[in-house]
């Protein structure tokens, strides 16, 4: 009787501690073109094996992990491998990659566990615009987010077949526009216009080619739009001298000429002034010695009144006494 029980209870905790009591396993994994991933689960217990499938559990197994040895259809393949703690691991991933994998534990007393896992493969997030406007002589960035292990951005104009017009390949920039002023690429492979003009307008096709020689592509059309500025202008006002408006050379010939009138006349106020104020003062000097002579004038005459007054006087005398 004391076996039977000894039986059950080594039964009980076998159940228990075999089979583990902690599990966890992520549902969905996401990874991008030509990303890195492992597939982290979690299991407790005394595991024997770990076998992972890709799309059903009737095939064969793509990896497992059998008392310590790694094997499996796919590992030899260089995009997958199983770590020592029976994780999978995805390198270099492809769209092929994608789909749905089942992860099988197998403990020591042969109790089974399971876990569907979907896998996603992107290869860009939509973020890369269709299409993009700009002032002309504006500038703008064109903005495209792409990850994954990328070795070359190209950028062409109107059509793939010709030479990109720049290109950014293992961190070197080039382009048959590169040292045109009016083009830039930017270390994250995006594409800068500058200064732009009408014949900046057009299809743009931004190439991304990644380190395993997957190519991607998007098309990008620019269109090239009047400000507000040059909308309220004849077109004949528009054309550019030495990279200036012919507006622009008018209102600086027109500053110009006021700056001079301005100053021109300020000079002449001036002059005028000081020539008013000489002129006053010869005046003043002139009327000051006229009166001077002026007075010197009456003394003399009142001198000779004095002596004409008082020599008839001593005549009138004369006279008298005679």
Known sequence: MLLIWSVVISVLLC????????????LKQKTFLTGNKTIHCTVDGDIQRYYWYLGSTETKPILSLEHGVKGGTNFTDEHYDITSDGEMTITNAQREHGGTYIFVVIWSNQTVWKQVISVEVTGFYSMCPL?????????????????????NFYWYLGSTKTKPILSLEHGVKGGANY???????????????????????????????????TV???????????????????????????????????????????SVITIGTLIYCRCSKEKKKKKDTS????????????????MIEDVVSRMFFSTKENTESSRKHH
Request: aromatic letters at 8%; a negative charge; one cysteine or more.
């Open 179 to 213: 040292t045109d002023e009016h083009y830039d690429i930017t270390s994250d492979g995006e594409m800068t216009i500058s200064n732009a003009q009408r014949e900046h307008g057009g299809t743009y096709i931004f190439v991304v080619r990644f380190s395993n020689q």
């Open 15 to 26: 159940g228990s501690l075999c089979t583990g009591n902690y599990r966890e396993c992520p």
């Open 216 to 258: 991607w592509t998007q098309d990008i059309s620019v269109e090239i739009k009047d400000n507000d500025d040059n909308t309220r202008f004849p077109t004949f006002l528009q054309f550019r001298v030495f990279g200036i408006p012919v507006l622009g050379w008018l209102i600086i010939v027109s500053i110009a000429v006021l």
């Open 283 to 298: 005046k003043k000097k002139g009327n000051k010695k006229g009166n001077e002579k002026e007075q010197e004038g009456l």
């Open 131 to 151: 299409e993009q406007e700009i002032e002309i002589t504006g500038k703008k960035t064109i903005h495209c987010t792409v990850d994954g292990d990328i070795q």
